[in-house]
């Protein structure tokens, strides 16, 4: 079972920019990969996915604003997110998926994202 670890979450103000790292215990070039967020009072959803070969998927939400991307040598995930809005405030976690629509791993600590004048 891979250990995923993410960091990089903070305060931000609007319209500003963060990096979120998710670091894994082992080689991760085989999965496909997630980004989840979860705010208060609110549903996990999926901000972005990529799988193994390099295919991405994005809520609309993001689409435009944030960018996902894998470093297999280092075996470790990003998502850069530019254009922070208020509404991105959440807890960003990330996990395995099959494809880009099944969640198979299982959830970290995850990373809290505030966005806030």
């Known amino acids: 079972q891979v250990q995923l670890v993410e960091s990089g979450g903070g305060l931000v103000q609007p319209g500003g920019s963060l990096r979120l790292s998710c670091a894994a215990s082992?080689?991760?070039?085989?999965?496909?990969m997630g980004w989840f967020r979860q705010a208060p009072g609110k549903q996990r959803e999926l901000v972005a996915g990529?799988?193994?070969?390099?295919?991405?998927r994005f809520a609309d939400s993001v689409k435009g604003r944030f960018t996902i991307s894998r470093d297999n040598a280092k075996s470790t995930m990003y998502l850069q997110m530019n254009s922070l809005k208020p509404e991105d405030t959440a807890v960003y976690y990330c996990?395995?998926?099959?494809?880009?629509?099944?969640?198979?791993?299982?959830w970290g600590q995850g990373t809290q994202v505030t966005v806030s004048s």
């Open positions: 082992r080689s991760i070039f085989s999965d496909d």
């Open positions: 990529i799988t193994s070969d390099g295919r991405t």
């Open positions: 996990t395995r998926m099959l494809g880009l629509t099944l969640i198979i791993g299982s």
